[in-house]
């Protein structure tokens, strides 16, 4: 009987634990739409509970004014976190870096170096392309690569008309009459395709008549040229002078 009594006694007070549970929870729910609706009181009463039940709650509270009063939710966080609620809420992180006005400065430093580094193009070069290159049969893949790299990066092709008068005087040549005329065929190509990208300079009136000596002098000129020649001897002496000389399947589109 008194072990009856006993079991009886333990579900009872079980039972009226679980009732006092439900209750404040009822209340805290309570006290933190009041709360929300800007009673004070019931503010500073919720503020003052405790337990789990009370943590969400004042999470929840936090979650609503961390926008419109930024320091008083993250006081309402931590004591959450007081009572054993991980803390944070879902806005918490988010409104943490905002509020630090180092982070959003260093953020914006940050993405515009990365956005001048990826967008920012390199001046392109003005190529000086040697008699033999014109004339290399072997090239012709190379001359449609050459056409669209101008095309799209804003390059320049300098032609000079001695090297236009090599072509032609190699044109009479019968041996070198086909690749001289290859030579010019391409030379006129691009001229029409690439228009103002196209420039040809006169320099019939010059006392250096040699084309490698003009061709030399013109890209120590010029600030940002590439000579581009397959003969080795006049690449030698380019770089010599410091000129950036390359032969045309080192060039790089």
């Known amino acids: 009987m008194k072990q009856l009594l006993s079991l009886i006694t333990i579900a009872l007070c ?34 003052d509970c405790t337990g789990e039940a009370a943590g969400e709650y004042q999470e929840l509270y936090a979650d609503d004014i961390c926008y419109s009063d930024p320091d008083e939710a993250e006081k309402w966080w931590k004591r959450a976190k007081q009572n054993g609620v991980r803390g944070g809420g879902p806005n918490f992180y988010l409104l943490f870096l905002l509020r630090k006005n180092w982070f959003i400065v260093l953020c914006i430093i ?40 101008i095309s ?8 000079e008309s001695i090297v236009l008068g090599e072509l032609k005087g190699l044109s009479k040549n019968e041996e070198k009459r086909k690749i001289a005329q290859l030579g010019m065929s391409r030379i006129e190509h691009l001229q029409m395709k690439l228009g103002s990208q196209f420039l040809m300079v006169d320099n019939s009136t010059r006392s250096d008549s040699i084309a490698d000596t003009v061709l030399l002098r013109t890209a120590a000129e010029l600030r940002n040229s590439i000579l581009i020649t397959n003969d080795r001897e006049l690449r030698i002496l380019a770089r010599d002078k410091g000129i950036n000389a390359l032969k045309s399947s080192q060039f790089r589109f």
């Open 14 to 47: 079980s039972l009226l634990l679980l009732s006092c549970s439900g209750e404040s929870r009822s209340t805290i729910q309570e006290l933190y739409e009041a709360a929300r609706d800007g009673n004070s009181n019931a503010r500073r009463q919720l503020y």
């Open 152 to 159: 799209e990066n804003d390059g320049i092709i300098q032609l």
């Open 110 to 149: 940050i993405g515009l170096i990365i956005y001048k580094a990826t967008n920012s193009k390199k001046e392109p070069p003005i190529l000086l392309i040697d008699t033999n290159v014109w004339m290399d049969d072997g090239l012709q893949h190379w001359f449609k690569r050459l056409e669209r790299y």
